[in-house]
């Protein structure tokens, strides 16, 4: 697959899923990606925490790809660059706040002299090859989020990344409807846009609703107060910020996350009033009205410090009468982590305050209103929906039809999608997939380390050793040893059955080994079956004297 004199898209992430964003642009033999992110793994990948994923699509051309450009900073655009791009090869190209992100990774990773990273100055330009790229400042809730206007031969794009519309933002400064509608005066091929918030009927309001919302929330608080949100929300943070110094607080900021977005903000030119920030023991020395903490792990993170404060494991203590505010949106799959933290700290009788109660959060994705005026200042002869799960790419793209645009096309994953010439049109189909960060080895998401450690986690395992004469002829009884396996009270008998089940077939038929492995398994397997009703790993282990 070689693009020709032709404008191809190709997700390899990001197209029938919310995050892990990857997508690929081709045109006269040449390639570009957008973005480079993961997602968080979920109970389907047991011992696994990172997502990635599987690019093997390009690193099968990368002397084709010109480089990777970065939308914004968020871990679902960004967060696979560390494991994956000093394979492709290629440089990075980001804004500043992006860029200071994307180089405390590859500090992190000893990559910074493997991985080569441009700095793009905010609403600067740069060409790859056949295209041209231009930043594009729109609101999000990080600094810098931007949308790429991408110049081939066959038309333009306008690659929004994430995005809302904010007309008073706390940071960073996002482009007016004006310049939106210039950009869409001079002709625009494709929309490609942000779907996570298709469903909402309502647009999803501005930053300093959120700050006149958690004001209200401080101010009526009576002892400590802990405010948990996304890290990577910097106009959030900046929001408390302020909300702690007219409450009269003293800030105090629990979780490494946040020391790198602050520090990392402050170096890019924001959060320039912030104010200073007491540490842990000092905040704990302090009257408890006269504290506010801001903490990560708002999402039910084990590791993180909301968890860590609310099962007594941090040296920040909370008790009755203190707060916590949940100023981030639930992300679904995490209600029963954020849940056993939420009883946690409800039997402290700490109040706790989430969107439901207060106007403690707005979303930093566009609902409907916000699409639809996109829709207006752009207009684009194609709508290619991305970012969502395929229900939500599906609605984008009706929403796009009833709004009286041309064309809208639904993709996924590694659907090969010709925009121009002609009318666009799925030609083709690449394998995609995922991969796994376990531990600090890559490994493919459904590969057999996985299967294995799912069937595991399902049915258990039983290791069998068999001792055998010279005349293949058993010495003694087969010991068995469990792992998982429901026997419980009844351990010492089914034991006992399932080694005489496995020493009845040790002179039955062939000594050939993988023979004789194999029917010690089975017998092993039929009586664990008829005890429990599962099917563990059996593992035989023969022993020649």
Known sequence: M???????????????????????????????????????????????????????????????????????????????????????GVPLYATPFTAGLIRLKLEEEGLTKEVKLHVIENEGSFNLGPFGFRYVPLAHSIPEGNAVLIDTPHGRIFHTGDWKLDEAPLLGQPSTPEELTAIGDEGVLALVCDSTNVFNSEASGSESDVRDGLMQTVKGAKGRVLVTTFASNA????????VAVATG???????????????????????????????????????????????TGGQGEARAALSRIAFDSHPIKLAEGDMVVFSSKQIPGNEIAIGRIQNALAAKNIVMVTDRQAEVHVSGHPGRPELEAMYRWIRPEILLPVHGERRHMAEQARLGIASGLRHAVVQSNGDVLRLAPGAPTIIGQEDTGRLVLDGDVILPADGSTMNERRKLGLHGQISVAVALDRKGKLIGEPALRTQGVPVEEDKATFLAEAAEEAAAVVPKGSQEEDALRERVRLAVRRVATRWTGKKPIVDVLLIRA
């Open 235 to 242: 106009a959030r943070v900046q929001t408390l910020g302020e």
């Open 249 to 295: 607080r003293k800030l105090c900021v629990a979780g490494r996350s946040l020391d790198r977005i602050i520090s990392t903000a402050k170096a890019a030119g924001y959060l320039k009033d912030f104010p200073p920030m007491v540490d842990w023991d000092d905040a704990m020395a302090l009257p408890r009205s006269d504290v506010m903490i801001v903490a």
């Open 2 to 88: 070689t693009p020709k004199d032709e404008l191809l898209f190709l997700a390899l992430g990001g197209s029938g899923e919310i995050g892990m964003n990857v997508n690929l642009y081709g045109c006269q033999g040449k390639w570009v990606m957008v973005d480079l992110g993961l997602t968080f793994a979920d109970p389907a990948y047991p011992g696994v925490e990172l997502v990635l994923p599987d690019l093997s699509f390009i690193e099968d051309r990368k002397e084709d790809l010109l480089g990777i450009v970065l939308t914004h900073g968020h871990e679902d655009h960004i967060g696979a660059i560390p494991y994956l791009a000093a394979d492709l």
